[in-house]
């Protein structure tokens, strides 16, 4: 990724341009450009308290420790709106940290809004093609597992890796399926002082509209960033849904193997006509597409099913999973097109 692409901060989920281009209204169609879980947790019911009072501090309490359960984690915990928040965050504490230019570095390609983040904050980012490249940065991003690509970093790789580099930040939003990759576990409230793990909550559980996320560090990073995010920075609905959800482990359990099984499923109907696996998580995958990204999306949205293109690599096309079986129908017969010199052909 140069560093003109750092500044293109397009994402999946934006249903509604994919309608003023191709029509239909929003329930006709499938948004697979998102990696969002389409079998989402069964949203508990909401009490009058958790719509109508301000987030209690025993409620908050009890969603943290749900959450230091989930994570098999000892480290101090910050809920806020989504890792989105987190993110948001970071360049305000980089800015506390370093004093005068900034060396950030992100390996990329990767999701865009770290590098839109520090860049909107005015820091200049270099993008890396690996983990040798952040030695000696002041501030590092990694995916893990990585958006849109799919690649993994060991955690041994990373401990190792965060003796060399500054602040370093570790974005695990789409490791609920693959808990042996996260650094939660290695982490305690005495440190590493330098990581910050986030997690997001509405991708894996598919309640994205809550905007549920955490931050996971060492306590006094944590508390710097509790200071910054203020009182209230979830809400009532979000801690309601995550205290459950989060200690529903059968549930999670069900879901991964039914994620992995999907996963296979996709992996199988697209390489049949002809793409080729990048790579992918358990709750997206992206392929190389013969001609060009462009015409499948387009071939994909004239039978309402939207998926993702990303600027800086024109073949790639990202699926998220279909949920139920009639999604899976109508994306098998959508993919009932075989690209020929680079048209599709039915």
Not at 143 to 167: H, M, Q, S, T
Not at 199 to 213: D, I, M, V
Not at 240 to 269: F, H, N, V
Request: glycine share 10%.
């Amino acid at each position: 990724m140069t560093g003109d692409q750092i500044e293109i901060r397009d994402h999946g989920g934006d249903l509604d341009r994919a309608r003023v281009a191709y029509g239909g209204a929003a329930g006709e169609w499938i948004d697979l450009s998102t990696g969002i879980n389409r079998l989402p947790y069964p949203m508990p019911a909401l009490g009058p308290a958790d719509l109508c009072a301000l987030p209690q501090r025993a409620a908050l309490d009890d969603l943290i420790a749900a959450a230091r359960d989930a994570y098999e984690t000892r480290a101090a915990i910050l809920p806020l709106a989504g890792a989105q928040a987190a993110i948001q965050l970071v360049p305000a504490l980089v800015r506390e940290r370093v004093a005068g230019a900034v060396d950030a570095r992100v390996v990329t390609p990767t999701y865009n809004e770290h590098a839109g983040a520090l860049t909107g904050a005015g820091i200049a980012v270099r993008p890396v093609a690996g983990l040798d490249d952040l030695v000696g940065a002041d501030v590092t991003v990694v995916v893990n597992p990585n958006n849109p690509d799919g690649r993994e970093y060991p955690p041994a790789e990373l401990i190792a890796l965060a003796k060399n580099v500054g602040l370093f930040v570790i974005d695990e939003s789409f490791a609920d399926a693959t808990p042996g990759l996260s650094l939660a576990p290695h982490l305690g409230e005495s440190g590493p002082e330098n990581i910050l793990v986030l997690r997001s909550f509405g991708k894996f559980y598919g309640l994205a509209g809550l905007r549920l996320g955490f931050v996971l560090g060492a306590a006094p990073l944590i508390a710097r960033l509790k200071s910054m995010a203020g009182p209230w920075a979830v809400s009532g609905p979000a801690i309601a849904a995550g205290r459950i959800a989060l200690r529903d482990a059968p549930w999670r359990a069900r879901s991964i193997a039914r994620l992995t099984e999907d996963c296979a499923r996709l992996d199988a109907l697209a390489i049949a006509r002809g793409w080729d696996l990048v790579g992918g998580t358990a709750l997206f995958r992206t392929y190389t597409i013969p001609g060009g990204a462009a015409s499948a999306q387009e071939r994909l949205a004239r039978r309402r099913i939207w998926s993702r293109v990303f600027p800086y690599a024109d073949d790639w096309l990202r699926l998220g999973l279909p949920g139920d079986e009639a999604e899976w129908r109508r994306v098998g017969e959508a993919l009932q097109t075989r690209t020929i010199y680079g048209t599709y052909c039915e």
